[in-house]
């Protein structure tokens, strides 16, 4: 392509010229694939809350038929007792709401029988003393959580989580450390690069599902707080 000169005569692009535009290519489409990336996190975290939220409705049918007893997860089971199967009939077909669309592994766990979310420990796993009989209250009812719009029910798991259905809890007890929090889920889901970065989806006990900021959960543990402790509830 060629240009005119002052005095009437075509001559060719410059050099500078060239990479200026070459330079305004590069940026627009750098921002055109920013753009469409963003777009795609924002899409897949919508899916994945949906799923969250079918869930909590399947654990509220599932409490309403059990006396207000939440379903089970494979700690001290086997894996037909796990959650995954025993809201397949309050849910229908479970193979989508079970895997979030951003998880690396979805495909491995479907084929696996797993799943990308992961029950609260806190709630779903019976405190036992050392002779192994229970203690202390049971958050495994709806009626016992005395502040469920502040209690964690489900996470997305970490990419570091087994794919099979043995893996259907967290071990929330444990979460005195960020790597320890980052075992068993994944904070950064959504819209980052890593565990300390971008957001996940959290499901709580009122059934609302919440976008908490990875560095804002990495805060409270760091101040020795464990969000996923359920508030209110004397000797945890």
Known sequence: MRSVGQDGEKRGFTLVELLVVIAIIAVLATVAVMGASRAIAAGKQAACASNLRSIGIGMKLYADDHHGVLPGTTHGGD???????TLVPYLGDFDETR????????????????????????????????????FGPALNRLNQIPEPTRTAMAFICSD????????????????????AVTRDISPGRFGGDGDEMGSTNILYVDGSIVSRKAVELKRLIARGVNFAKPPGVEGL
Do not use: M
């Open 79 to 85: 894996f037909e007792t796990s959650w995954i199967y």
């Open 99 to 134: 895997i979030c669309p951003a998880d690396p592994k979805g495909q491995e766990r479907l084929a696996q029988r797993g799943t990308s979310y992961v029950l609260n420990s806190y709630l779903f796993v019976p405190r036992t003393d050392p002779s192994g009989d229970p």
């Open 160 to 179: 570091r989580t087994g794919t099979g259905p043995g893996n259907d809890h967290t071990h929330s007890g444990e979460w005195s450390s960020w790597g």
